[in-house]
């Protein structure tokens, strides 16, 4: 299985932004959907946003608005940029290539909002 990177997190105040990148090779990635998911402790994995190969796009309720997901397959690169950032935003983040065994969860970037 091919592990997708995720960078991009740290610690920001509420208000703030950050942009998450998820790079990961293989052409694969490049034409497969992507969803960034989130994972708050205690609390089950959700998805956030996502994007297909057409780059259409969607979102949960709790972020549009506010994040916005893109990708550039020059680079292999999927992107989560995150604006008004709230405490309720933190979490552990993880993309993941939806419908293929062929990748699997990364490590995730913790991103921390404080108030």
């Known amino acids: 299985q091919v592990q997708p990177v995720e960078s991009g997190g740290g610690l920001v105040q509420a208000g703030g932004s950050l942009r998450l990148s998820c790079t990961a090779s293989g052409i694969m990635f490049n034409i497969s959907p992507v969803g960034w998911y989130r994972q708050a402790p205690g609390k089950q994995r959700e998805l956030v946003a996502d994007?297909?190969?057409?780059?259409?796009?969607s979102y949960a309720d709790s972020v549009k608005g506010r994040f916005t997901i893109s990708r550039d397959n020059a680079k292999n690169a999927v992107y989560l940029q995150m604006n008004s950032l709230k405490p309720e935003d933190t979490a552990v983040y993880y993309c993941k290539v939806v419908g293929s065994s062929r990748y699997s969860w990364g490590q995730g970037t913790q991103v921390t909002v404080s108030s």
């Open positions: 994007i297909t190969r057409a780059r259409s796009t």
